[in-house]
């Protein structure tokens, strides 16, 4: 037997407004074709004044419980991904269990930027095959609205905030690449890339800062990286891309997207995409993408999942695993 984290829920949550790409044509110099025809982003949410990243995370998480059946106090550890924290500290994953009304178990974040949720699930999983937690909320929130400069054109047309959610579970499975769960994981990082993708404040400077971004740089990068590191994980669970039912990437680009599916030689049909109406949600971007994945019919029990993420760090990392 072989203990496994299966997925036994999965919510989301978006904030109420949204805001169309024509709606910056007033205020920056830029276009609603040149964002579609660039990134494929049509829309974004952008959180209210006074919401934050911890109330859109304990949205998503109370999503998660009621789909899986599931109270607070059957949670064992809370793990968010995010580089958006409400506060510099504490964690936003234990402003959540507080949120929840959990007195018991751990929680904590993990900061790995647009990589986040493939660095949460990484860990979430370690939690649970090593027998230190049987059930695992892990969270992808971020308000990055609140990091963007509206000056910069470069940049803030890109991004969106939302918050996503799974529950993992510890279940006895078989130890072979048909058993649901998490089959394998890759993480990467290579931080000399650190000036392509930071914000240029923090605790050293005594703001907060702004996101800047050399995004044709991180293009660069992308393709090559996602599309290896998801063939790393495979070969890991013993499987190959011919295996692959879906494909649920980090929502950054639809370039990036469809470059990637077509190095691992699959058809944008089996791609999850949501780039188009949530923008670049960051650690986000992969839970949401799985839970519209879920509403529209695309993912089910026992398809076999790839999910790769790249971001600030540079960091990157693929997850594969059985629905
Ligand atoms: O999620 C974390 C990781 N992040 C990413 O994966 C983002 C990766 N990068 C990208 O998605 C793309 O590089 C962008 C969408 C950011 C930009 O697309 P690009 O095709 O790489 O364009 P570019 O940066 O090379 O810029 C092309 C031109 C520039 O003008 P010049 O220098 O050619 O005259 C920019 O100034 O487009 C200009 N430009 C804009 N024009 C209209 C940049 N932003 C805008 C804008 N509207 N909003």
Not at 66 to 73: D, L, Q, R, W
Not at 209 to 237: C, D, I, P
Request: glycine content about 10%; charged content about 20%.
């Amino acid at each position: 037997m072989t203990r496994r984290s299966v997925v036994i829920g999965a919510g989301h949550y978006l904030p109420e407004r949204i805001v169309e790409n024509a709606e910056f044509e007033g205020s920056i110099d830029t276009t609603d074709a040149w964002i579609r025809s660039r990134s494929g982003i049509e829309r974004r949410h952008f959180a209210a004044d006074g919401e934050t990243t911890s109330m859109m995370a304990t949205r998503a998480a109370e999503a998660t419980l009621t789909m899986a059946g599931k109270t607070p106090e059957d949670v064992d550890a809370i793990v968010v991904a995010t580089s958006t924290p409400d506060l510099t500290f504490p964690s936003v994953a234990t402003m959540v269990q507080a949120r929840l009304g959990m007195t018991k178990g751990f929680a904590f974040d993990v900061q790995a930027v647009c990589a986040g949720f493939v660095f949460a699930l990484t860990n979430a999983n370690a939690l649970i095959v090593s027998g230190q937690a049987d059930r695992v909320l892990v969270i992808g929130a971020e308000t990055f609205s609140k990091i963007i400069d509206w000056t910069d054109r470069s940049t803030c047309v890109l991004f969106g905030d939302g918050a996503g959610a799974l529950l993992l579970e510890a279940q006895d499975c078989a130890g072979d690449s048909s058993d649901r769960g998490i089959l394998a994981t890759d993480l990467n990082s290579d931080g000399r890339h650190k000036d392509l993708l930071y914000v240029d404040g923090g605790v050293s400077t005594r703001t907060t800062g702004y996101l800047r971004m050399q995004g044709n740089q991180v293009f660069r990068h992308a393709v090559e990286k996602l599309s290896s590191t998801a063939t790393t994980a495979l070969e890991k669970a013993g499987l190959g891309t011919q295996d692959i039912d879906w494909i649920v990437p980090h929502q950054a680009n639809i370039r990036i997207i469809q470059g990637t599916a077509k190095k691992l030689d699959l058809p944008m049909d089996q791609v999850v995409v949501t780039v188009q109406d949530h923008g670049n949600t960051s650690a986000a971007s992969i839970p949401l993408a799985m839970c519209v994945g879920l509403q529209r019919g695309q993912i089910k029990q026992g398809d076999l999942i790839v999910t790769e993420a790249i971001g600030g760090g540079l960091a990157w990392g693929a997850v594969v695993l059985r629905w």
